[in-house]
């Protein structure tokens, strides 16, 4: 063989080569199991919204009297499109959607053109559409027609399939509610109710291939949401004690649990797709405040990254998905009864112990805006990760801690004994700043913040301008440093891997700012990346600190709708990133 042939020869082999690892690689991509990995809060909405949509820059609000109004957030401008609205769907790219009325009338909504292009009369007196689902390609509706007097005229009622076009308009199921298509458009998803009883019912799917059906999950199910960028379906369980959100892979069979809330905490108003991430939202009803929240979910080999998500889900004081995530149906790992904290950090470590055993520790620290005073308390577990849905056990909760300043003094108080002097602030600032020795009577002192690694302390204040001090706390250096003065109100502050943050209100703008004091290249990543949010109208809100990120929530009011982004800037190279609808 030549010197040629032996080159091309080698060549030809590293390319199979290189194939066979690609062929590898994409059939192992997707080995993992499925879990959350990632919970924030998206939406807060109000008494006055019935239900809501967003995608970019487009924000759909259906009001609870039936008025479907278009808003563009980047435009500040509205658009009333249809009254006497009952419910709505969009198609997957936003550009479209379908809404049906009280009158039995289907709308098709251009949404970039914000006007209704077109509609159809289903049924008038006798006849009810009920629910409705359009395709992610937007040329296919599906909806649920019901006689208004079951006995008298049911023969029509059931799941109707109707082209945009108006040339198709099919009976595919006379039993059925609640349909949903999936993202290839090729089956139906959709709840049949059992002769033996009201409450009971199941999930069946209906492929429009083959005209089979197949049941899916027996039970009481209350809602049914298809996501239009992957096969996964999502439904929610109820038991009258709690209810569940489950997500179906109809390409594994595989049902995973990511979302639980017992009943005393409220009720799962609907449950629907993002637009544009893999992200499943929830919509918790507490009274007449309803929350909308994201759970990110991903394939992972390992169940570590479930660790942002339960971080997440407790930075909200949210008891629903760590209860959920980790199959630990108990209120111990999150202290309910202290749920008065404005915002929470949660900071957390893991070991592995053995093969898919890791140990874990989170510490939580909860904030309350203008007040010195910083709660700890610390969870410990036995996280297991070879299971397809993640477990735990051995959960230990310490009791809480509570840092707070009072009588010119840091004092610490763990609930269990009095309350126990730490640092005599008169001392260090009457050796610091001699001049400004009654700096702490004149001024109110109006947020804390503790690095218990560094051993460093930070005491926010309030007066004719804000300012921060740090402090060395330990027992043979103790100074106290100036590091900011303000105009404004500082009214929150809090530490992020070793660098001192804070949130006051502009005294000009009346704005909510993040400072950095201790760290240009961090103020300067923050200062660049919230710029153009205050050119957009949002509202800054005070950050978090969730893991190795720090998490600034941007709030945008449209209505009685409030929508929120997140500003993540993380550690060690200060990347920053937005998340959220």
Known sequence: MSRRQKTIAYAVVLTLLALTVLLWAKANANTGFMLPVGFYKVADIGTNVKKAYWHEDVVLQL??????????????????????????????????????????????????????????QIKEDTYDIVSIDLSSSGDVMVYELQPLVPQETAQERGLYLLTIDGAKNERILGDGQSPCLDK??????????????????????????????????????????????????????????????????????????????????????????????????????????????????????????????????????????PLAIMGFESSNLIDTTALAEDYVDVLYQYQLMSKDLYFVSFSKVGHTLSQPTEKRQRFYFTFLASAEQPSVENVVADSPTEYLVSFDELMVDNYLSAPANLVDLNSIFSAEYRPLSQLLKDLKVSSL???EQSQLAAIGYLGRQSGAFLLKTSP?????????????????????QGRLVGY?????????????PTDRELASRLSAALSKFGQQHYTILPPRVLGDELVVPVRFDAGDLKLY?????????????????
Not at 86 to 92: Q, T
Not at 287 to 314: C, D, F, H, N, Q
Not at 476 to 496: P, Y
């Open 476 to 496: 043979d250096v103790r100074t106290a440093v100036q590091v900011c003065s303000l105009s404004g109100e500082l009214n929150m502050l809090t530490f992020f």
């Open 565 to 581: 982004k997140y500003v993540r800037v993380s550690y060690p190279y200060f990347t920053v990133r937005v998340s959220g609808p």
């Open 449 to 451: 913040a503790i690095d």
């Open 184 to 321: 290839d458009g090729q089956k139906i998803y959709f709840i049949r109710y059992q002769a033996s009883g009201e409450n009971e019912n199941s999930l069946y799917q209906f492929d429009l291939m083959t005209n089979q059906e197949t049941a899916i999950f027996n039970g009481n199910i209350a809602r049914i949401a298809c996501s239009k960028k992957s096969p996964l379906v999502a439904f929610v369980n109820t038991d009258g004690v709690s209810s569940r959100v489950y997500v179906y892979d109809p390409s594994r069979a595989h049902f995973l649990t990511v979302y639980y809330l017992p009943a005393a905490y409220g009720n799962i108003e609907r449950v629907w797709w993002s637009s544009n991430t893999q992200s499943l939202y929830v919509q918790v009803q507490r009274g007449k405040a309803g929350t909308v929240y994201g759970v990110e979910l991903g394939y992972e080999k390992t169940a570590v990254p479930a660790l942002r998500a339960i971080a997440g889900s407790i930075s909200e004081n949210d008891i629903g998905l």
């Open 504 to 516: 006051y209100i502009d005294a000009s703008t009346k704005r909510g700012t993040i400072i950095a």
């Open 63 to 120: 009001g609870a009297e039936g008025k479907l109004v278009l808003y563009k957030p980047a435009l500040r401008t509205s658009t009333t499109l249809i009254d006497q609205v009952e419910d709505f769907a969009v198609s997957a790219n936003g550009n479209m959607a379908v809404a049906y009325t009280s009158a039995g009338q289907l709308h098709v909504i251009d949404l970039k053109r914000a006007s209704a292009t077109k509609f159809f």
